[in-house]
């Protein structure tokens, strides 16, 4: 598989024909990944595994990310499960100079759908530890 980044792929459907992805057609592991990373690590990093449950070949069109900031990588486009298959969208997360929290948005496109899936970064504060007194 040659997986190649994707950040932000205008879909080719328009906003009166983005409707929710059916179930029964792609299984999750989960529609929300959630990492800890630590104050100056430069990324976060997700992977949501998928299966085509469907009796058809389902085919991924694109993929767009809430940010710019956010990149999947998938297989090139278009991306094609056949029954059963199984496959996986890998989600980096620019999390320099957030704190707190912060999630984001991955909505994959289909011909039967759109299904959104979102990532959230917990970002812990740096720690100091304390200077040792040797007196």
């Given at each position: ?10 879909p ?27 104050e ?41 499960l056949?029954?059963r298959?199984n ?26 759908g ?6 959230e ?15």
């Amino acid at each position: 598989l040659n997986a190649r980044p994707i950040s932000a792929v205008t879909p080719s459907k328009t906003p009166d024909q983005l409707i929710p992805l059916q179930q029964g057609i792609l299984a999750f592991d989960a529609e929300l990944k959630q990492g800890t990373v630590h104050e100056g690590d430069a990324q976060a990093h997700f992977v949501f595994n998928l299966t085509n449950v469907s009796r058809r070949s389902v085919i991924i069109d694109s993929v767009t990310t809430s940010c710019g900031c956010t990149v999947a990588q998938l297989p090139q486009l278009p991306w094609t499960l056949k029954p059963r298959e199984n496959g996986q969208i890998r989600v980096t997360m620019n999390v320099l100079g957030h704190v707190d929290k912060t999630s984001k948005q991955v909505t994959i496109f289909t011909a039967q759908g759109i299904k959104s899936l979102m990532v959230e970064a917990t970002i812990l504060p740096a720690t100091n530890s304390p200077a040792t007194n040797l007196h």
